[in-house]
Each structure stands twice: as C-alpha cells, then as structure tokens.
C-alpha cells in the first residue's frame, strides 16, 4: 500500500470555534451593474472600489430576507456546499490543500456553508477518517467513486484503472477530468466550486442566489475555477447532456462552453478582478496594475510572484488583494512552494495561528 500523509502533530489540537454573529446577511444591489462596473476598470481600481465603496453595492437582508435565506441555506440538511478536487490523494497534508480549506473555514459561515474534497484516487478508509475528524464537521472528504457512475455516461471510468491496464485508457489528463468532474458533483448537489490553487478572501453568501464563473481573462470564455450552479441547473444539463450524446469530456473544457453550448442568459460571467485579480496584468492586458504591482515579465514568471518573498506583492503583505472574493492563483504556473515571507506564506501562517492552538 501507498504511504499516506497523516495530519502532523500541529494540526491535530481542536479547531477554534467561529463567532457566527460575525457574518451579515447581504445581498448585491444589482450585481450586472456591478459586473458592468469593473469591467470598465483597472485591476486594482476594481478592487479599490469592491473594498472602500461595499454599502454602494451590499445591502443587508431584511428580517424577511433573512429568515427565508436561513431556512434556505442554514439547516443542517441545507447548507451551500462548496466543492474542489484533489488529485494527489496521498498528500493531503499538502500546504496547497490545507491553505484553502483554512480560507474556507475562516472566511465562509460555517451554519450556512460546508466543504466537500473530492479525491482520486480513493483514500485509505482509516486516514479519511483522521482527517474527517480534524476538521469535522464542516469539511468532509470524498472519493471520485461515489459519481463514478455519472462520469461512465460520458465515457470516463474512474475505477478501472484499478484492473491493471494503463491509466491513460480510461482517464484524460488530471486538469481536464476536473474539468468535467466539478459540472457533475454541481449538477447532482448544487453549491460552489472552487479550485484548490484558490485562497477564499471574503463571504461568498452574496452569490448564493446567483449562478456564474468568470471570465476567462480578457477573452469572452468562462473560466470554471469558481463555478456556482444549482442542483439539477439548465446550465449543467445542457453540457452534460450533450457530452452523453458527444462522449467527449471537452464538452466542459471551460474556454470554449459558449462556442460550444448556448447557455441561459442568467448564467453570469463575472469579471476576473472578483476571483483571479492579477490574470489580466500577468496577460498584459491590464499594464497600469501590471505595472503598479511591479510583476515579473514573462507570462508564467509573472504568475509566480505571490509565492515569492522578493515581489511587490509580497512586500505589500495579506492585504494588496483587499476587495477580491477570492485568489485563484494557477498552481500548475507555479512552482508549489511559497517561500517564507511570500504573500502566500503570510497567509498560510496567518490561518494556522488563526485555527490551531499551539
């Protein structure tokens, strides 16, 4: 048998338990507006504005709004659940990993909200169950199996590699089976999917009653690392049902979802300074914030700099993405590592004094 990471010996004391009283109920004036608005905006001026100016487009629910919106999403049976996909089973100790489900549990209401890891391959019972218990009962770990079923209607066999013929038969490359994995764990549960490689900055409550992902940098695609979809949506059945037809994964290979599917009009593509805030200066597309942050030349160079102490990023520290929902920041462009001192080590250290007592 493979050897497992276990949780270390720092990460076994009991989670802190959250102040719930510290989360509002809001909800956007008019997100399209908002949408529209940072579209016309730099990088950092969109940001500047999601962080200063929050009253201009967040109001509070009313006692009506908020009562519904409990019983909606804030039961025990009827929490939002959110989604990622980790494909190396056999590290789950992972600084990747572990940074985003720490953002999680500290920037999520945990009475409303609950994180699901989908792995593959299938996880050692008796170390599921120790991780299970470390961050029991808001984040639980799956296997890929359990949807192994919905994955064969589109001709991808999650189990068989397990008979001993080469794995490259039965399944694409790792990127996109979670490319297709995240459209059916939505359409069978509902929630919000998120990329491992993301670090969660604020409540996603706003977006529940929204389904969307985001612009795929400054072209007219999708990018699916943050995707909201409801439980059986019109969007993920118009994919799924022509990728049974197709028995093609690239159905949800996410650049092309428009060319490819006519999708309804209420499925938002929101802009990328929400939930991937240097993609478009890394693209050059965005020069001013290119240059206000002092990034790196070179396209994957430049996606490198938060995981380095000597960038303008880091020097600025945990706050320079004030305003972003969330920090998707492409690991498969970067070298895995954050580097002490990096804008990814601050907030590493920042949540693991924030969650586990020494």
Request: hydrophobic share 40%.
């Amino acid at each position: 048998m493979w050897p497992y990471d276990q949780p270390s010996q720092s990460m076994k004391s009991r989670l802190r338990v959250q102040n719930a009283s510290a989360f509002q109920f809001l909800k956007f004036v008019d997100l399209v507006k908002l949408k529209n608005l940072c579209e016309n905006m730099t990088t950092i001026q969109c940001l500047y504005y999601l962080h200063r100016n929050q009253t201009d487009y967040l109001q509070p629910l009313s006692a009506d709004e908020t009562r519904l919106f409990k019983e909606t999403y804030c039961t025990e049976n009827n929490k939002v659940l959110f989604h990622t996909f980790w494909g190396k089973t056999r590290f789950l100790n992972n600084q990747i990993l572990q940074v985003h489900i720490l953002s999680f549990l500290y920037t999520q209401n945990l009475q409303c909200s609950r994180l699901i890891v989908w792995l593959w391959p299938p996880l050692d019972s008796r170390i599921k169950q120790l991780y299970d218990q470390l961050y029991a009962p808001h984040v639980e770990f799956r296997t890929t199996m359990s949807v192994a079923e919905k994955l064969r209607e589109i001709d991808i066999y999650v189990g068989s590699h397990w008979s001993g013929l080469p794995w490259r038969w039965f399944i694409p490359y790792r990127a996109l089976f979670s490319d297709v994995l995240r459209f059916i764990i939505l359409h069978e549960f509902g929630g919000i999917y998120i990329d491992a490689d993301a670090l969660l900055l604020r409540d996603l409550q706003p977006f529940f009653s929204y389904e969307f992902g985001y612009r795929w940098s400054f072209l007219n695609g999708f990018n699916t690392g943050v995707l909201r979809l409801f439980a059986k949506s019109n969007v993920s059945s118009i994919i799924i049902n022509r990728a049974r037809q197709t028995k093609s994964p690239y159905e949800f290979f996410p650049s092309s979802l428009e060319k490819r599917h006519s999708l309804p009009a209420n499925f938002y593509r929101l802009p990328s300074a929400f939930f991937d805030p240097i993609w478009l200066a890394v693209d050059e597309m965005d020069q001013s914030s290119r240059q206000e942050w002092k990034l790196s030349s070179g396209f994957l160079v430049a996606f490198k700099d938060p995981l380095r102490q000597q960038s303008e990023i880091s020097r600025r520290g945990r706050n320079v993405f004030d305003g972003a929902f969330i920090f998707h920041w492409h690991a498969s462009s970067t070298p895995k590592i954050f580097e002490p001192g990096s804008y990814l080590h601050q907030w590493s250290e920042f949540l693991n004094s924030e969650f586990f007592d020494k």
